[in-house]
């Protein structure tokens, strides 16, 4: 079974949408991070979160620490929103690796 | 600049040839990261540097591959003697230290031939 596990792995929207992607984890973490990868291969960093809920515009990032749990939640979506959108956790017991989600394909039709 | 800049976005070599990635972190990051992502795979840990030493280095796949930071800055990956399995997008990430947010370059997309 894999440390990080998304759902779901791809998810195809019409414009407006609300979206929301999850993130359970199995191991200890001493924080997470949702980050967006177009084609092309770029990676950006969107939230690091260790507890509670952060926004940034249309983005809400959750996480849930007893239950081993996070959500990233899309408002209004939006073509140019189409990404792969990847959730990756900082081992606690480690200060530098991270592990990585399979990533969830977000498609954004007009 | 204002990001992690990464050169060349592209590279295509041959079998057999070196090759050399730099990663110009942001300015001030002392915490710098190498992942390698191929096709079809999350991004792998390669190594992580602090300041000017690397602090773990435990992700590089064999001695083909270095990677160096003299002066706490710029990264340089270098991969001597490439093989086809060596095709992949290598991405460079800096923050201010570790448990900061880290900053993402775009990537090297390396293809050998």
């Known amino acids: 079974k894999n440390e990080v596990e998304q759902s779901p792995q791809n998810l195809t929207a019409q414009e407006g949408e609300f979206i929301t992607i999850n993130c359970s984890y199995s191991v200890g973490i001493s924080a997470l991070h949702w980050l967006q990868q177009h084609p092309g291969g770029g990676i950006v960093s969107l939230f690091m979160?260790?507890?509670?809920?952060k926004k940034h515009g249309r983005l809400i990032a959750t996480i849930n620490i007893q239950e081993k749990h996070s959500s990233l939640h899309i408002t209004a979506s939006h073509p140019r929103d189409s990404a792969v959108y990847i959730c990756a956790v900082q081992r606690a017991d480690s200060n530098y690796q991270l592990i990585w989600g399979a990533g969830t394909k977000l498609i954004i039709k007009p | 600049g204002a990001g992690v800049s990464q050169t060349p976005s592209n590279k295509v070599t041959e079998k057999g040839k070196y090759v050399e990635l730099r990663c110009d972190p942001i300015s001030g990051h002392t915490a710098l990261y190498w992942y390698r992502q191929s096709l079809g795979q999350g991004p792998e840990f390669l190594i992580y540097?602090?300041?000017?030493?690397?602090?773990?280095d435990s992700g590089l796949p064999n001695d083909r591959f270095f990677a160096v930071r003299p002066e706490g800055s710029v990264s340089t990956l270098k991969i001597q003697r490439t093989e086809r399995g060596d095709s992949a997008v290598y991405l460079c990430?800096?923050?201010?230290?570790?448990?900061?947010?880290?900053?993402f370059g775009q990537g090297t997309r390396l293809t050998v031939v």
């Open positions: 990430a800096s923050a201010p230290l570790w448990g900061a947010e880290a900053f």
């Open positions: 979160l260790s507890s509670g809920k």
């Open positions: 540097f602090q300041g000017t030493g690397a602090a773990d």
